[in-house]
């Protein structure tokens, strides 16, 4: 029997970077798909109903087979998850392994990710389809790679809900990485909606309600926060921090994120690796079938154990995302993201005297009198000039013509 050579993923990335396989690359990417584990008897991965496609993907769909004669090889069907670059697709007859056609396969940010629609070619005989075109994209999840790097990187597509999770206490909580999370969102067309994990180690409970309420303060009451400790150890002593939490302001425990994300719904849980997203999602499945790992002790740093996106299907309710945790995010370009967050601010920055106002300072500077008067709340004013500081300085480093 030949031996098989195993492809690293980042070789099999580098080669995909370069476009168009050689048919040498083909056979290996076959190979390797073939020690991939088995689709079938795989628990949690949503069913075809689980997620619906917009009417504008279902015409596009039927434009493209309409193209084709018809082509009765040709379905619909949703990707949910890939195994080390591979795509599972998700169609009204069944699951299956999929490969790009090589025209998508090109261009970066057109091949399809996770919760893309697309045409999909199952042809009898064939154990994998073919992915032939990702159809219009309702929303997509993009994020800035920063400017050594540059360009975005789309993590997923079609996602209604972006579920920003970051872990309690002293050491570890960030409210500007979750509403800069929040800015990416909704910039992307994204609801929003926050998750504070590892409640058990909030070091006051009475800490923690300030937590929330600085959450809400800064992005409004509507956004539903949720705190929970889905990896606590049994028996912890939760009541108090319940307590401390319901009362600012926010849900409960693991339950209350099938209220969040309703059925129908895609989800996605975004934060730094080690915080508890896959202990939250395995937590609601009743299982575990995703990876989780401790983090370091040192700096309680993740070790970047979720390496893949998948969707589960979660009981009562809609399907979420387990995805790599990210290290950074920063922001570029996300207009319309701050103005969907501080709406009210962007409006009265479009009323300083000056055009060029940094609303620190100077005279007639709109912004500022709002602050005063209590129109607007000091933490949400300075939040929304962080992120607009950071975000010109990014553009000016990139365009020498955009004024800091
Ligand atoms: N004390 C406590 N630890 C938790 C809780 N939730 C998760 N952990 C621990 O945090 C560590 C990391 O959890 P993961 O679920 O792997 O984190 P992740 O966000 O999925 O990380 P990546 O996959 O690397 O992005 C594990 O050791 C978990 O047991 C919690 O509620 N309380
Ligand atoms: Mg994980
Ligand atoms: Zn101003």
């Known amino acids: 029997m030949a031996k098989r050579r195993k492809a690293s993923t980042a070789s099999i990335a580098r080669r995909r970077a370069k ?42 769909f039927e434009a493209y087979r309409a193209g084709r004669g018809g082509d009765t090889e040709l379905s619909m069907g949703f990707v949910c998850r890939f195994d080390r670059n591979f795509p599972a697709v998700r169609t009204e007859h069944g699951l ?8 998508i396969f090109t261009d970066d940010l057109a091949r399809p990710v996770v919760g893309d629609w697309v045409v999909v070619r199952d042809a009898p005989g064939h154990d994998v389809g073919l992915i032939e ?21 789309v993590l997923a597509a079609n996602v209604d809900l972006v579920l920003v999770a970051q872990p309690v206490g002293r050491r570890t909580f960030s409210l500007d ?21 590892k409640a058990d180690r909030a070091d006051d409970p009475l800490e923690l309600a300030d937590d929330v309420g600085a959450v809400k303060e800064v992005l409004g009451r509507d956004v539903p926060v949720v705190a929970l400790a889905a990896g606590a150890d049994e028996g912890a002593p939760l009541a108090p921090v319940e307590e ?8 409960w425990g693991v339950d209350a994120v099938r209220e969040v994300v309703a059925p129908g719904t895609l989800a996605l849980l975004l934060g730094e690796s080690g915080i508890g997203k896959s202990t939250l999602l395995n937590a609601l499945l009743g299982d575990s079938v995703l990876e989780i790992s401790a983090v370091r002790s040192a700096d309680d740093a993740g070790r ?25 995010l920063p922001l570029m370009g996300h207009e319309r993201g701050l103005d969907e967050v501080f709406p009210e601010i962007v409006e009265l920055a479009g009323r300083c005297r000056f055009r060029d106002c940094t609303h620190s300072g100077e005279p007639g500077c709109a912004v500022e009198a709002a602050v005063a008067d209590g129109e607007v709340s000091r933490a949400r004013a300075d939040a929304y000039l962080a992120l607009a500081r950071e975000m010109r300085g990014h553009a000016g480093s990139l365009d020498p013509d955009v004024r800091l």
């Open 304 to 328: 970047h154990t979720t390496v893949a996106r998948r969707m589960v299907k979660i009981p009562g309710a809609g399907v979420a995302i387990d995805c790599p945790g990210l290290r950074s």
């Open 96 to 103: 299956f392994r999929a490969e790009h056609a090589e025209r």
């Open 177 to 197: 990485r979750i509403v800069r999370s929040a800015v990416v969102a909704a910039d992307c067309g994204c609801r929003v909606g926050v998750i504070l994990t």
């Open 133 to 153: 075109e990702a159809l219009p994209r309702k929303s997509e999840l993009a994020r800035w790679r920063g400017s050594a790097r540059g360009r975005f990187q």
């Open 244 to 251: 401390a939490v319901v009362g600012a302001g926010a849900l």
């Open 19 to 60: 476009g168009p396989r050689a048919p040498r690359a083909q056979r290996e990417d076959a190979l390797e798909r073939e020690a991939l584990p088995a689709l079938e008897g795989l628990a949690h991965v949503p069913e075809y109903g689980d997620l619906a496609p917009t009417e504008a993907q279902t015409e596009a």
